[in-house]
């Protein structure tokens, strides 16, 4: 099929501001994007550029004020709740803190079992489907009759993918997945989430304020900053040889365990041109 998983078309998100005649906040603006079946578009800046948002808007957690969200074809960007559940089967998305995404007096079964019961599934087919998912996400079977707390913040994660596998989805937003977790972790999960991406063909929207994170993972990356995209285009490109002022100022932004190349980019970060107007840049 030629067209996208999923586009993004001049989309803007505005939120209510209380107060006598006060405008409405602006959160994105002229938002355009796809994302190709079984690929990672990377989405990065820094706290408060709109890249949460924009996966809330794909999710319909965020009001859109204009423009489309398009996925498989069909306009999602203003569905009805009732219409919207119907896209859970192909749209999942994995919350950022691991601790607080799962129902701490539920087991692992449980957790798991539940969207394949409300989508019609058998008890015992259910438990089949557990069981399988607990091994693409390499835990062991008996992590099934467990509850949250007994695991810790990797394996919890793990978890949190696992349920948005579990029926199946074509696209899973992940808000932050591993900014919670350790450096060793952090690293695992990458690794799982690319792993399951070649085994099932599944495409993520990969949000995260940390372009080596996002290097490793994506075959694209998007820049945004104040609600609007600087800067896009291959994610070896954008890493390496960024275009724009601001994505050079997040690469340079990341710290590396050599001091001499530590105070080497803190030089080079000072010495960059100042950050204007918000450009539009497809490298």
Known sequence: MNTPLLEVQDLAVTYPVKGWRRPDFRALSDISLTVERGETVGLVGESGSGKTTLGRAVLGLAPVASGRIVFEGRDISRLHARERRGLSSDIQVVFQDPYSSLNPA???????????????????????????????????????????????????????????????????????????????????????????????????????????????????????????????GDAATITTDPAEPYTQRLLLAAPVPDPARQAARRAHLESLPPITDVVTLDK
């Open 106 to 232: 539920m087991t692992i079964a449980d957790i798991l079992a539940e969207p394949l019961s409300i989508s019609g599934l058998s008890r015992t087919d259910a438990l089949q489907r557990v069981r399988e998912l607990l091994d693409q996400v390499g835990l062991p079977q008996d992590s099934s009759r467990r509850l949250p707390r007994e695991f810790s913040g990797g394996q919890r994660q793990r978890i949190a993918i696992a349920r948005a596998l579990a029926l199946r989805p074509k696209l899973i937003v992940c808000d932050e997945v591993v900014s919670a977790l350790d450096l060793t972790t952090r690293s695992r999960v990458l690794d799982l989430l690319i792993d399951l991406q070649e085994q099932t063909g599944i495409a993520y929207l990969f949000i995260a304020h940390d372009l080596s994170v996002v290097r490793h993972i994506s075959h694209r990356v998007v820049v945004m900053r104040r609600g609007r995209i600087v800067e896009s």
